[in-house]
Structure formats: structure tokens, C-alpha cells
């Protein structure tokens, strides 16, 4: 090992992947590396918490004092705001540095930037919430399996027929739900490709309005086609074009069947050609519609504002397949009135 | 003459599986969907004991006991809350009883018993 020169000690300073500042007594600034320079501008006549721009004044912990004070280490996490605006989470250290006579002179701050680990720490959070979200619905589609299962027995017991198909559609509709989030979450868990093939969007959708009718019927809400002759063949994923449909109609559902204010209830699925190829499908309908807090976390992962009715993963599934297709999802809603989901594959070459 | 029970919740489902078992244990039963229909519900049939969703669209399960305990005449009908997310019944005063999906038959039956003072 070969002694340091001070400038090749600098140079290690600048060079570390962190930021590393030397206070004084009046927290200010008396050196930064590279890092800091950079992210955080020049600090010359600078406090610390100026520099990173905290606050107006002093933190209330302040690292920096506490070191001087009892010449220990000391750490927290803090959110820093860089020269260009940006907030970054950092694992903040403070040390004391002691000059020839033993005593502290100043004290040096490392801070590593988190912000990957903090946000890993929010999906984790959400995948907490999610899990309890869908024991909850777990819990409906139990009892819907109870009940389905009473009344199959029932009708066996009495030679009802009628009861028994009746229990058994029970069974069936509540065994679907488990499906569905069971290849939901299966979906979400893993990238990847889509299977590209050529489709006819117009017959995907008119597959789904056929399996929706029955159940949309059963609410009192019409469902209804608006297709473009035009849309004769899409390269897509079948599955993924399926699911878009699927997730957007059943929701739309969910707004009409929660809206109490309207006597008739409807729910258009159109298609559209655009002139540079691309095939945009919307699903419109008249129900609730979206309240202004609802609209800024509707496409955020596990969001749902169903109780235990929803488990937050099929916009979230419907976001996924259109990002895979290169595509995009939006809505237009307004609340009491309705709701326009509206997504749009970009033309692909064969 | 059999007790009547008048179950509230918005999934079909769920009222088929309550009526048919409460049918089997010896009630009449009738139905709404949601807390207006309720409310028509209750000042025709007169029912002698309520089961009530409280997570139904609009609140409207909230809503219903709100005015079922506003009323004169029902003010007294006991309410069975059954809910899927405890901690709801909260804004029900006085339930005889809350219970959680799925339910358990044979405690549901018991509290209806109880509350009907049989």
C-alpha cells in the first residue's frame, strides 16, 4: 500500500458515487466532491441545508451538530431537492473530522441516494395492501360459493331442477371470479412478449359484448356496438386484445351498476381506424363516472375504489397490454355522467 | 304465522343464498337490492327482522338505517349486519349482531332466533 498524495485523495473524494460535504461549527459548507457540485450547484457561502434545499432553516435533527457535540456518528434519511428541482430520498452519515490537536474541527456528510430502495419500499407496501385487499374479495367470492353450493343441495333435496341450474350458474359465476384474479396476478408477475398475430379486433369485441350481455341485461344496462367496417385485421395479441376489452366492459359495468341516478343504463364498444393505421377501441358509458381523487390514482398498481369488490388489478392488467403493444390508455370522465376509456394500438408492420 | 325477514344486499346471489336458507329454517323472507328499495320493501311487508349489506354502491345500506330508525313504526325492527369488511357495522348503532362473508349459517340462524326472542 503507497501513501495518498492529497490530490489523488481529492480525486478519490470526487470520484466516490455519493455525496460528500465538510461542515463547520456554523453549518457551512467548506468543501463538496464532485457529485454534490454537480447535482447541487457551486456551495461556496453556503449552509448545508441551503445548499441541499431542506428547508429555509436548520433541520431539526441536525446530523452535523449532533457530531460536533458528542464526536460520534450519526444517521437519518432525508428527502434532498436538487439544483434542477428533482427530490431525491438519501441515507445521510455524519462524521467527525478532528484536526491535528484532537479536536473536532468539522464534520463530513456521505449521502447515498435511496431513491431506488424507497420506492422498492412502496411497492412493497402496496403489495401488503394487496394481498389484504384480496383476502377481502376472497371472502365475497366465498360466500357466493357457499351460496351456490346451498342452493344446488337444496335443489337436489327437493328434485327443483330450476334450483339446481340456478345454484350451479352461482357456482360457475363465483368460480370464473378466481380465475380471472388468479390469471390476473399471474399475468402482472412476469414480463412478457406479447404473442403478435393477426387478429379482427371487430370479432374480439363482439365476443366479449356476446359474453357480457346476459349479465349486463340482468342490471338493466343495454350493451351496444359502434364497429368500424374498417377494422378488418390488426397485428395484436389476441389474449392481451381479450383482456383490454374484457377489464374495460366490466368495469364500465361496475360505474352503471353503482350509479342509482339514472333509470337506463348503456354501455357503447367502438372501434375506430386512424388514417396512420393504428386501431383505437373505446368503451363509453353513462355511469358514475370518476370523482377528481379517484381520477389521479386509477391507472397506479393494486388501486381500487370498489371496497371488496375490486382488486385493483384490471386497469392495471389493461395497462400492461398496452404498453406491451407500444400503445396507450386514457379516459375522459365526468362524474354523475360517465366514463370514455379509450385504447389505442399503433399499426404495426407484418 | 312464520316471522318475516326482509334481506338487503346488492349481489343476486347473495340474496338467493339468504332467503333460500332462511326459507329452509322456517321464515318468510323478502328482498331489496339497495336501501331505497328497502325502505318500499319495509313499509309493505312489515318485516319482523332485517339482514343488511353495508357496502352497497351510493351507501345506500347507511342510508336505509337512517330512516328505518327515523320511522316510528320500524324503529324497532332488529338489523343483522353482514359485511365483508369489519369494522363497517360502525355505522350501524345498535345491530343485534354483525357478521362477516362468508357467514356462518348456523350463527346467523342463532342471532335471527335471539332477536326474534324465540
Redesign the interface.
Known sequence: MHDLTTDQSVRILDSLPCYVTLMDRRLRVLWSNDAAHRDFGDPLGKTCYELFRVRGDKCSECLVEQSFQDGAIHNKEMTLVTAEGDRIDVLVYSSPVRGDNGEIASVVETAVNISSVKEMQKQLILLGQTVAGLAHGLKNIMMGLDGGIYVVNRGLQDKNQAEVREGWEMVLFNFDKISKIVKDILYCSKDREPNIQEVQPNSVIREVSDLFRETARGYGITLQLDLDEEVTHAEMDPDGLHSVITNLVANAIDACKMDLWKDEHLIEIRSRKGADGSVTIEVADNGTGIDRDTKDQIFEDFFSSKGDKGTGLGLMVTQKIMKEHGGSITFRSRPGQGTTFTAKFPHRET | MAKKILVID?????V???T??LE?SGYDTCSAS?G?EGIEVLKKEKPDLVTLDL?M??D?GTRFYRNMTKSKEFKDVPVIVIS??PGRHLAVSKPVAVF????D?DALLDAVKKSLGE
Open positions: 346488492d349481489e343476486p346471489h347473495v338467493k343464498y339468504i333460500a336458507f329452509d339497495n331505497e357496502q354502491p351510493g345506500t365483508g369488511i362477516e362473508k362468508p357467514i349459517r
